[in-house]
């Protein structure tokens, strides 16, 4: 199965943070005009023609850049919570920007895989992996699937360090 892997377009933190929203509330932040405009130039590459579907993560940012992406082709789109963002904050009490700060300091450190010396409870990049393998999985019978997703969870497949908004990038599995 050829995968095609698409990061969404740029998002805009502006109503989010207007509304205070935190957690899983700042994944409802939608595309920026500029990131409107990098999905509607995906929708056009010719490696999307010839797939069968679209799969995407459920946050907003990825949904609409997959909306973008089916008006241009005419792909159906299918949403598959497993292809959502890496979870930085499994205990959902993210409690600001400094948590947050402290917390990607301790992924780097341990290079993304958890373990009994983490002060924090994150999601291990393996397990980014698993979940989107599962997924995937499912669609073996599809020629070629595009996969509208996350720049963490599109880097534990593909080797490039640089996974601009609205990159292409594709696997064989």
Same mark, same amino acid.
């Given at each position: 199965?050829?995968?095609?892997?698409?990061?969404?377009?740029?998002?805009?933190?502006?109503? /989010? =943070?207007?509304?205070?929203? +935190?957690?899983?509330?700042?994944?409802?932040?939608? !595309?920026?005009?500029?990131?409107?405009?990098?999905?509607?130039? +995906?929708?056009? *590459?010719?490696? !999307?023609?010839?797939?069968? !579907?679209?799969?995407?993560?459920?946050?907003?940012? =990825?949904?609409? =850049?997959?909306?973008?992406? @089916?008006?241009?082709?005419? #792909?159906?789109?299918?949403?598959?919570?497993? #292809?959502?963002?890496? #979870?930085?904050? !499994? =205990?959902?009490?993210? @409690? &600001?920007?400094?948590?947050?700060?402290?917390?990607?300091?301790?992924?780097?450190?341990?290079? &993304?895989?958890?373990?009994?010396?983490?002060?924090?409870?994150?999601? @291990?990049?393996?397990?980014?992996?698993?979940?989107?393998?599962?997924?995937?999985?499912?669609?073996?019978?599809?020629?070629?699937? /595009?996969? /509208?997703?996350?720049?963490? #969870?599109?880097?534990?497949? /593909?080797?490039? *360090?640089?996974?601009?908004?609205?990159?292409?990038? %594709?696997? %064989?599995?």
């Amino acid at each position: 199965m050829h995968v095609v892997f698409i990061r969404h377009g740029e998002p805009s933190y502006e109503h /989010v =943070t207007r509304k205070n929203f +935190v957690g899983h509330g700042r994944d409802l932040a939608e !595309l920026s005009p500029k990131g409107i405009k990098q999905a509607e130039q +995906v929708a056009k *590459d010719d490696r !999307l023609k010839s797939a069968d !579907l679209i799969l995407s993560s459920p946050y907003t940012r =990825t949904l609409q =850049t997959a909306a973008i992406i @089916s008006k241009s082709t005419g #792909l159906n789109i299918k949403v598959e919570t497993d #292809l959502h963002e890496w #979870l930085p904050d !499994l =205990t959902y009490q993210n @409690s &600001g920007f400094e948590h947050f700060i402290e917390l990607i300091k301790e992924v780097k450190h341990f290079n &993304g895989s958890h373990n009994t010396n983490c002060k924090y409870q994150w999601e @291990s990049f393996s397990n980014v992996r698993n979940r989107a393998e599962e997924v995937l999985i499912k669609y073996v019978a599809c020629m070629r699937i /595009v996969v /509208v997703t996350h720049k963490i #969870l599109i880097s534990q497949f /593909v080797t490039q *360090d640089k996974i601009p908004y609205c990159g292409i990038f %594709e696997i %064989e599995i």
